[in-house]
């Protein structure tokens, strides 16, 4: 203690201050924590009349995966892609360590055409935040009048200046997870009318165990009218979406 106390005492009153100022500095530093970075996701339907459900979306660092072409599918994009139920994609992200950010869409992106005359837009912008080590975003979205399709992007790399935007026109995949039967009877309950085709099938929000199939991700071969899907509305030629990513801070 003495030691202490005659140091002290030598470097004298401005040091002092000195030191109580830098000591001041580094704990509001800490306090701080990572410094975050704003983005809008705009996510467009190119589909004739394919509907899209709520998205997910999520920042991360690389080692995140939401799906990889040739690769079974997680028992999350499973359900997203069946079922549109985006709540154990949400609660997996969410709970990874690695993942900063995870936003939901609150509505269905339809297409252009709307031919079931929702009034959705067939555009919608979401903002999403990141830090310096999640450079990466991840979108998953079920194609609504399918058994198990979707669209998204897995790990794009985020644009680095503010103000810079960058565009990908994205194409449909097929889970691997359910046969492709095409019947309202295995489709969740809104396709038919939110693509204006009449039916009396209740649909299914729930996952069929006959209709397994246990494949891989893959692209979607698209609709073949081989039961109640009519490719003329639920089909669809090339990328299915639009996906812009801009900087804003």
Known sequence: MKTTRYRIAKLGAGA???????TM??????????ITTTYQVTITNLTPGQPFAPPVLATHRGRVSLFDVGQP?????????????NGPL????????????????GAPIVSPN??????LPSSATYTIETERRSRFLSVAAMLICTNDGFTGVSRLPLPARTGSSLSVYVP???AGTEINTEDFADLVPPCPAMTGVPSDAPGSGTSNPALAEG???????????VADLI???????????????????
């Open 25 to 34: 500095l580094a704990g509001a530093s800490f306090a701080a924590g990572p």
């Open 114 to 119: 709307d031919p079931g005359g929702t009034g």
């Open 16 to 22: 002092l201050v000195l030191v109580v100022l830098f």
């Open 73 to 85: 599918a997680s028992y999350q994009i499973k359900e997203s892609a069946e079922n549109g139920n």
């Open 90 to 105: 949400v609660a997996s992200l969410s709970a990874n360590p690695f993942v900063y950010d995870v936003q939901t869409g």
């Open 172 to 174: 449909a995949y097929d």
């Open 231 to 249: 490719p003329a509305i639920h089909d669809w030629s090339g990328p299915v979406a639009k996906i812009t990513v801009t900087r804003i801070n």
């Open 215 to 225: 494949g891989v991700v893959s692209l979607h071969a698209g609709v073949t009218g």
